[in-house]
T-cell receptor
Framework: GDSVTQMEGPVTLSEEAFLTINCTYT??????LFWYVQYPGEGLQLLLK?????DKGSNKGFEATYRKETTSFHLEKGSVQVSDSAVYFC??????????FGAGTRLFVKA | EAGVTQFPSHSVIEKGQTVTLRCDPI?????LYWYRRVMGKEIKFLLH????????ESGMPNNRFLAERTGGTYSTLKVQPAELEDSGVYFC?????????????FGPGTRLTVL
């Protein structure tokens, strides 16, 4: 069945450090790929998306590239800030017209 | 433009009681989804409406759960009778038909605690 494997957290970084959160998936059809973020006390927000192979989604300094050959969609940011502390979810939207979620990766950024 | 809203934000009930959760999607969004996250586990799909029709309810855990979307606007999710394992956060999401059908906007969730 469809599934997502996301690196386990928590991830603790110092401000201005480089961030990578790995994500691989198995999904029916040709999924669109999303990263969602949940800040403390808030709901899920769309962070970025990519809809076809080799597309790069980007937003707020975060980037992820749709790698069809490796079924991956790793999230990166060159310089994290304290305000980036949140839980990040890798989330393909599958051919079954539903989103499947990774377990979420909690990120702590220290000043 | 108002986002997806959910009511209540929190609900604490006893085992065996009934609870009804409500979701108001973004105006004009014909796709409406319910998901839930039980403690320590992934967010899981429950069901998908297109307008008032259930498109896919393969994620509904059992027949104690009933979702409706009369008139194709807001949706309710009723749990009757509630069990301890139903505790978790229930999320609603909506999206338009057409090009951006897969770009879902999520509500803040309803935290359900069954004692």
């Amino acid at each position: 069945g469809d599934s997502v494997t996301q690196m386990e957290g928590p991830v603790t970084l110092s401000e201005e450090a480089f961030l990578t959160i790995n994500c691989t998936y198995t999904a029916t059809g040709y999924p669109s790929l999303f990263w969602y973020v949940q800040y403390p006390g808030e709901g899920l927000q769309l962070l970025l998306k990519a809809t076809k192979a080799d597309d790069k989604g980007s937003n707020k300094g975060f980037e992820a590239t749709y790698r069809k050959e490796t079924t991956s969609f790793h999230l990166e940011k060159g310089s994290v800030q304290v305000s980036d502390s949140a839980v990040y979810f890798c989330a393909p939207y599958t051919g079954g017209f539903k989103t499947i979620f990774g377990a979420g990766t909690r990120l702590f950024v220290k000043a | 433009e108002a986002g997806v809203t959910q009511f209540p934000s929190h609900s604490v009930i006893e085992k065996g009681q009934t609870v009804t959760l409500r979701c108001d999607p973004i105006s004009g969004h014909d796709n409406l989804y319910w998901y839930r996250r039980v403690m320590g586990k992934e967010i899981k799909f429950l069901l998908h409406f297109v307008k008032e029709s259930k498109q896919d309810e393969s994620g509904m855990p059992n027949n104690r759960f009933l979702a409706e979307r009369t008139g194709g606007t807001y949706s309710t999710l009723k749990v009757q009778p509630a069990e301890l394992e139903d505790s978790g956060v229930y999320f609603c999401a909506s999206s338009p038909l057409g090009v951006n059908y897969n770009e879902q906007f999520f509500g803040p969730g309803t935290r359900l605690t069954v004692l």
